[in-house]
């Protein structure tokens, strides 16, 4: 029989949430395995990595966004320290303002003090004007970044792979047991198993009442030449320089799809969007899609399971994992060695999800 191997952390998935979650509990010295698969649509590798105070047409505040950009920005840096790859980028957000109410409702908010550092109403728009169709105003959204999240994970990988940290596995929820207060999984034992898996978290047995509300997410990879790569774009749709020429632009939002495939109506909208905001022509270098483990009161979900408490989450990091997933990772990290808690309003014990979760349990339990 093959001989266990004891680690502190099973961790399932290496997006974005595992990734960061792994990276604070190895800082700890923990003994940490991340098991991933490369399954279709997950979301880090198809992110644009937008922080952004204010988004949407309504120009909504970012929750808390002080706090987490400035944990975010010290902890993509460290990493960048450590991995040799950018990961932070410091962008502003040209914005189009589509209409006199638009543009009214941008000057009516940067006079608001909680706005006002953010928001510039006389962008410099030289470099770029001729490429863009015409709105009936620009502004600018600064102290704003770009995290390239692709980068990222593909350079965390490599680490674990070196530390002997990794496993491509399909994980499955079958073979998982408890030997007394440890869980024993494949040729580990473990204190705790924590499930970051992303939008596929809606077929955990272990965390089946909670309200995620994926959505799919299809972009383009675009070439425009000529077109400066300072800033990103906000025209009908978001054009982000990811280096080389090449602009991240999308994305579509549904939450009714079949499966994690690009579709022709995506690509058609995308396009349909891509005409509407350029003047210059595009070349399409790839079509890609994703799903966004977005929740249904766009707050992270952080805990334990309430029966069994070796089974843990951190998923539910929706549209702004970029901008919350490292200050939420460190506090995941902290709680899990008793160093500090889960915040209420991040907790899934806000929900009421029972402990009906079916032959799992009983299995768990003879
Ligand atoms: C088109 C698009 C644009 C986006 N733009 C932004 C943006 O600008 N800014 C921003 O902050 N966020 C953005 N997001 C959201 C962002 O991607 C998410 O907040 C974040 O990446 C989620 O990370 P995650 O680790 O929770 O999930 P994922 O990245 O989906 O990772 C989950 C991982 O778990 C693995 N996994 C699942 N089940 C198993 C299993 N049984 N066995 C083994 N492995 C398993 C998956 O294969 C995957 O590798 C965007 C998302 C999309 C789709």
Redesign the pocket.
């Known amino acids: 029989m093959e001989k266990k191997q004891h680690v502190d952390f099973i961790i ?9 979650l792994s990276y604070f509990l190895l800082q700890e010295n923990q003994r940490v395995v991340v ?18 105070p204010i988004t949407g047409r309504r120009l909504a505040k970012s929750w808390r966004f002080e706090e987490f950009s400035s944990f975010a920005k010290h902890t993509y840096l460290a990493l960048e320290e450590e991995l040799g790859v950018k990961i932070w980028n410091y962008r502003n957000i040209v914005r189009a303002l589509h209409s006199v109410f638009e543009e009214n409702e941008w000057v009516r908010r940067s006079g608001y003090p909680e706005f006002q550092p953010y928001l510039n109403d006389t962008p410099t728009t030289a470099d770029f004007e001729d490429k863009m169709q015409p709105p009936q105003a620009w502004g600018e959204l600064v102290h704003c970044a ?2 390239s ?1 692709p980068a990222f ?1 593909e350079a965390w990988k490599k680490l674990l792979v070196e530390k002997q940290a990794y496993v ?6 079958q073979h998982i047991s408890l030997q007394g207060n440890k869980v024993s999984y494949g040729k580990w034992i473990a204190e705790k198993i924590i ?7 809606t ?2 047995p272990f965390f089946k009442n909670l309200p995620f509300l994926p ?5 383009l990879l675009i070439r425009v030449d000529g077109l400066p790569e300072t800033r990103i774009y906000k025209q009908k749709l ?1 054009l ?1 320089p990811i280096g080389s020429g090449l602009f ?1 632009a ?4 549904s939450n009714e799809f079949d499966d994690a495939n690009p579709t022709v109506a995506g690509n058609e909208k995308l396009n349909a969007d891509l005409k509407a905001s350029l003047t210059v022509p595009f070349e399409i270098v790839a079509h ?7 929740v249904s009161d766009l707050r992270p979900f952080l805990g334990l399971n309430a029966q069994f408490p070796e089974f843990g989450i ?12 490292p200050f939420f990772a460190k506090q995941m990290a902290d709680f899990l060695l008793g160093k500090g808690e889960i915040e209420p309003e991040v907790d899934i014990e806000r929900f009421e999800l029972g402990t009906h979760n079916g032959h799992f349990f009983t299995k768990l339990n003879s």
């Open positions: 399932v998935g290496q997006g974005l949430a595992g990734s960061l098991l991933d698969y490369p399954h279709k649509g997950t979301s880090t590798k198809v992110a644009a990595g937008l922080v952004n770009q995290v999240m994970i491509e596995t399909d994980f499955d929820y499930f970051c898996e992303g939008a596929k978290a077929e955990n959505t799919k997410g299809e972009l978001f982000v991240w999308g994305s579509t939002t890609l899609a994703g799903i966004r483990p977005t951190f998923n539910g990091l929706g549209t702004k994992g970029a901008l919350m997933g």
